[in-house]
């Protein structure tokens, strides 16, 4: 038996990983990444079995090691941006979501992801200007996520029309998600569609589901007199 045999290392990666044996899942993909410096699945495999453990630096570390050998690599820095999110770093992760969009314009979810990052954190008309731009190709999709996201900056950017008309389709599909519904909400309320707004504040509200604005949705009710 070859001990250097890669696809027998990953397997048995795999397997200690899935059993939560994890000090022998980080031992089998980081000799595999010791042999094979180059291949993107044993980063991320490796990162995989430390946000497993909720270690998310290590994980970061991991891809950031990847990076190092691999700079231009798209996933590697998509997982890089995806953690940075999970760590609440957000300036770190729109930065990557960037890189990742000079490599990849046409990657969808960096797009979406940096867009709604940047609808999350400013109220700078630039900035969420620069982010409706990236979510424009957005308004025909059927991916609810994506058209919520088109939808909110449109709204964030002043065309309330455009945003009731996106997000309406997207509670259509999810009537219930919290952030949705805070997000037509508001539309609704642009539009003095008063009491829709309040019924769409209400069901955001509904349940403990924390969401970005989830105080500006309390207080918009509270406007309303909900």
Same mark, same amino acid.
């Given at each position: 038996?070859?001990?250097? !045999?890669?696809d027998?290392? !990953?397997l048995r990666?795999?397997?200690?990983?899935?059993?939560k044996q994890?000090?022998?899942?980080e031992?089998?993909?980081?000799k595999y990444?010791?042999l094979k410096?180059?291949s993107?699945?044993g980063?991320?495999n490796l990162a995989?079995?430390y946000?497993?453990? !909720?270690?998310l630096?290590?994980?970061? @570390?991991?891809y #950031?090691q990847?990076?190092?050998v691999?700079?231009k690599n798209g996933?590697l820095l998509?997982?890089?941006?995806?953690l940075?999110?999970?760590s @609440?770093?957000?300036?770190?992760a729109m930065?990557v979501y960037?890189?990742?969009?000079?490599?990849?314009?046409?990657?969808?979810?960096?797009?979406?992801n940096?867009a709604?990052?940047?609808?999350? *954190? *400013?109220?700078? #008309?630039?900035?969420?200007s620069?982010?409706?731009d990236l979510? #424009?190709?957005?308004?025909? *999709?059927h991916e609810?996520?994506l058209?919520d996201?088109?939808g909110?900056?449109?709204?964030l950017?002043?065309?309330?029309?455009?945003?009731?008309?996106a997000?309406?389709k997207?509670?259509?599909?999810?009537?219930d998600?919290?952030?949705f519904?805070?997000?037509?909400?508001m539309a609704?309320?642009?539009?003095?569609?008063?009491?829709e707004?309040?019924?769409?504040?209400? #069901?955001a509200?509904a !349940?403990?589901?924390?969401?970005?604005?989830r105080?500006?949705?309390?207080a918009?009710?509270?406007?309303?007199?909900g």
């Open positions: 038996e070859n001990p250097n !045999n890669l027998l290392i !990953n990666g795999f397997l200690y990983k899935n059993q994890f000090p022998q899942a031992q089998s993909f980081s990444i010791q410096k180059d993107e699945s980063y991320r995989l079995v946000i497993q453990q !909720n270690q630096d290590k994980a970061v @570390a991991i #950031k990847g990076l190092e691999m700079p996933n998509f997982g890089l941006a995806e940075y999110e999970k @609440a770093k957000l300036n770190d930065q960037t890189d990742v969009l000079k490599i990849a314009p046409d990657n969808r979810l960096a797009a979406n940096l709604a990052l940047i609808a999350n *954190t *400013t109220d700078d #008309k630039k900035r969420l620069e982010a409706y979510v #424009k190709p957005f308004k025909d *999709t609810p996520a058209l996201t088109f909110w900056l449109s709204f950017n002043g065309d309330i029309d455009a945003a009731v008309n997000l309406e997207v509670i259509k599909r999810y009537p998600f919290a952030e519904n805070y997000h037509l909400g609704y309320a642009a539009k003095d569609r008063k009491e707004a309040k019924l769409a504040l209400k #069901k509200l !349940n403990s589901a924390n969401f970005p604005g105080d500006k949705a309390t918009k009710l509270s406007e309303l007199g």
